[in-house]
């Protein structure tokens, strides 16, 4: 059973090809992918009383239904104690139906989500694994949510059998909180063939990307104030105001950052593009570009798109951020901000044969590999 921090949609994230994976290898295998929750007390508190629905278990194709989604439902804001203890009595007890009508007894409890701790306490499963993919204790926010933040944290890394990161730094922190034989490190990864149609010229101009003029400066991700940097963004803008600056994922911007962005006609948000589709989009771009702050929370990650960049061949020009860095013969890492502009130039001229040596570099770091390690663990 997975508890996830995401759904399972259209865009992929490291829950679902983990979950794609051990399903492929083992056709006993089935799992129940506990989605966020559908939080009706959002609905009522900013009067969108539409919204208020229970969300069924749907049931993906292609796993000939040992897929299992299940939505639950969420009454009560989090930031009331009470109103906390009455969700995760809630959730517990949507989880326990669900698993009852499957017929399904759960040999492990994956929690990728922080505020899942309680379910430890519920015997779900014999066996426990805390996935942690982003160090939202270093997230910005309010102080008090920050704390117990930190404090959920702490304790499913205390109570886990085992905890799994995808980063160095993630593992050096961790590392203060629970057993080195418990702690493993187990990076993202990517399906190499999945980008090779990016090379494929011949292949026609994805629809979204037909109205974009060259060089193509494309971004891949969530689009969010505490991870991308908003003024970086405007100054490749408005230096190269012929360029295409391509912002291709879910945008979570600020209103005061969206409007800062918005005055500049180059600059192309197109929001949440399917996983399937994102090699044709990349096929158009001509640098693939890797404008994130440094920060305590951005250090902890192992960005999924470092792996894809890589297996797309295309020029790369990052700031100094974790993961990037380790690659300075493969991209162009940048210091400052103005670095980040003449590497933008440097790379749009740079030698095209580099593109051989990033996708045999991504092929080291295959989701194959990454599945064979997370079965050393649930084999633990």
């Known amino acids: 059973m997975f508890v996830s921090l995401e759904p399972w949609d259209k865009i992929w994230r490291r829950n679902q090809f983990i979950c794609d994976g051990l399903l492929r290898r083992s056709t006993e295998t089935k799992i129940l992918f506990v989605q966020p929750p559908f939080d009706n007390s959002y609905a009522l ?13 749907s049931i993906p194709s292609g796993y000939d239904d040992r897929l299992q989604l299940l939505t639950p439902t969420k009454w009560f804001p989090n930031s009331l104690p009470l109103g906390r203890v009455w969700n995760e009595k809630y959730l517990l007890s949507q989880i326990k139906k669900a698993l009852h009508d499957l017929n399904w007894v759960p040999t492990h409890l994956w929690i ?56 160095q730094q993630l593992y050096d922190d961790k590392a203060k909180l629970v057993d080195l034989d418990r702690l493993h490190l187990i990076p993202n990864g990517v399906h190499v063939e999945h980008y090779e149609v990016v090379a494929d010229t011949s292949l026609p101009v994805h629809k979204i990307a037909e109205r974009w003029t060259s060089p193509v400066f494309g971004y891949t991700g969530t689009i969010h104030g505490d991870r991308v940097d908003v003024n970086l963004i405007a100054s490749v803008a408005k230096s190269c105001p012929t360029a295409t600056i391509a912002m291709v994922g879910p945008n979570l911007l600020e209103a005061a950052d969206q409007q800062a962005l918005n005055q500049f006609s180059n600059i192309v948000f197109t929001g949440a593009q399917p996983y399937l589709e994102l090699p044709d989009i990349m096929r158009s771009f001509d640098v693939c570009m890797v404008p994130h702050l440094v920060t305590p929370f951005t250090e902890s990650l192992n960005p999924i798109k470092l792996w894809e960049y890589l297996a797309a061949g295309k020029p790369i020009v990052s700031t100094n951020v974790a993961g990037f860095r380790d690659f300075p013969e493969l991209l162009f890492v940048s210091s400052t901000h103005d670095v980040f502009m003449e590497n933008l130039s440097v790379a749009l001229s740079a030698d095209k044969s580099a593109a051989n040596d990033r996708q045999d570099v991504a092929k080291l770091h295959s989701w194959d590999s990454r599945l064979h390690d997370v079965m050393r663990v649930l084999n633990d």
Do not use: M
């Open 45 to 57: 508190r900013t009067r969108k009383l539409g919204l208020i629905q229970y969300s069924p278990s």
């Open 112 to 167: 990728n989500q922080h505020e899942a701790g309680h379910l430890l306490d519920a015997e779900i499963a014999p066996n426990s694994i805390y996935d942690i993919t982003d160090d939202w204790t270093k997230f910005s926010g309010n102080q008090s949510r920050l704390s117990l933040i930190t404090q959920q944290d702490a304790t499913i890394c205390q109570s886990s059998d085992h905890v799994i990161v995808c980063s």
